[in-house]
């Protein structure tokens, strides 16, 4: 099943916290009361939008548009970072905004002229105030983030998805001229290790259709998470989700496919982490003094739990120099995607 190469390849397609703010999910009473006596005055006499990092008058902002402006102005002005699945303040705006508005990002530019009410605009003022002040990563406020177009739920307990992976089994896992495997309806086996929120077991769900899904975590709190979003998806017959370290809870199990984006940050990027990764779980990050704490045990133990033409995707960030100094013998074959370059690398069982 499995094709074996060498060769370099190219992706054919795509690709310290405080208080959480305000996100227009609870009931108008409750955020009412909520907000400071300042901010509650300016919205019962709407002459002024009032924020403690900024003030908008009455007209200055109306359009979808204005407001991404806006938000990409503040968030360079403040000095954000993107890291969880957005790459740029442009992007991060129009997520948050299109939350706000409750439009899928794929409905952004047919809405950007149109104007927003006052009540809408409140809630987008306050997730761009929220994202300046609090550094929470922009998933959290809104509990969503978005993988190939699919919604996924998130929260503090997990850490927020940016898998390339995802467009990965899109492109190289189809059946199509740049394909590893010959045929994805073959695929009856796959295992996901470290699952945290679910959303690759899900992802691979709908690139494998005639696949059962194992998915394994360490972390309760993350797997409370995947549950919840395995049932939103109802695949619960489909994806078996299980506690434990790794392959430890799978048995004697084998699979056609193992993916995995595991914890590989080193010691001194853990160290230098942004607020906005401070917020995630640090289990999910902290991958040892060189990173490869985990990728090690994986590349020791994968061979015992796949099929005899399977093979194994992982993620390892920046970790290439490092995998490739500690295991020369591999013919591990980097592949990049849209935003990434030789971040993730296969390997076929038989290689192993």
């Known amino acids: 099943m499995a094709k074996t190469t060498k060769a370099k390849t190219k992706a054919a397609?795509?690709?310290?916290a405080k208080a959480k703010p305000s996100t227009g999910k609870n009931k108008s009473a409750q955020r009412g009361k909520d907000r400071p006596a300042k901010r509650r005055a300016a919205i019962a006499m709407p002459l002024l939008l009032e924020h403690d990092t900024f003030a908008v008058m009455p007209g200055e902002l109306v359009t979808v548009l204005d407001f991404l402006r806006f938000a990409v102005s503040r968030f360079a002005e403040a000095g954000v970072v993107f890291a969880h699945g957005t790459t740029d303040p442009i992007a991060e705006a129009a997520f948050l905004i299109g939350e706000a508005l409750h439009l899928h990002p794929d409905q952004f530019e047919m809405f950007a002229t149109t104007r927003v009410t006052f009540a809408e605009s409140e809630v987008i003022l306050d997730l761009i105030a929220g994202r300046i002040v609090t550094r929470l990563p922009a998933a959290y406020l809104v509990n969503k983030i978005y993988m190939r177009g699919v919604p996924f739920y998130v929260d503090e307990r997990v850490i927020v998805p940016r898998s390339y992976i995802g467009e990965l089994l899109d492109s190289h896992f189809d059946g199509g001229e740049t394909s590893l495997i010959d045929d994805p309806d073959a695929v009856e086996r796959v295992l996901d290790l470290c699952t945290g929120s679910g959303c690759l077991a899900i992802l691979a769900s709908r690139s494998f259709p005639n696949a059962t899904i194992d998915a394994v975590d360490l972390s309760t709190d993350a797997l409370a998470v995947a549950t919840r979003n395995v049932g939103d998806h109802h695949l619960g017959e489909r994806i078996t989700l299980h506690h434990g370290d790794l392959f430890a809870p799978l048995g004697e199990a084998r699979y056609d496919l193992i993916i995995t984006n595991p914890p590989y940050v080193d010691a001194d990027g853990m160290a230098n982490l942004p607020a906005e990764c401070r917020a995630e779980p640090a289990m999910a990050f902290d991958g040892g003094d060189d990173g490869l704490d985990i990728v090690r045990r994986i590349l020791?133990?994968?061979?015992?739990?796949?099929?005899?033409?399977?093979?194994?995707?992982?993620?390892?960030g920046r970790c290439r120099p490092a995998i490739e100094h500690h295991f020369p013998h591999l013919p591990l074959l980097w592949l990049d995607s849209e935003d990434s370059d030789g971040e993730v690398f296969w390997i076929a069982a038989a290689d192993l």
Do not use: F, M
């Open 13 to 16: 397609t795509s690709k310290p």
């Open 300 to 316: 020791a133990e994968a061979k015992d739990h796949l099929t005899p033409e399977g093979g194994l995707l992982c993620e390892v």
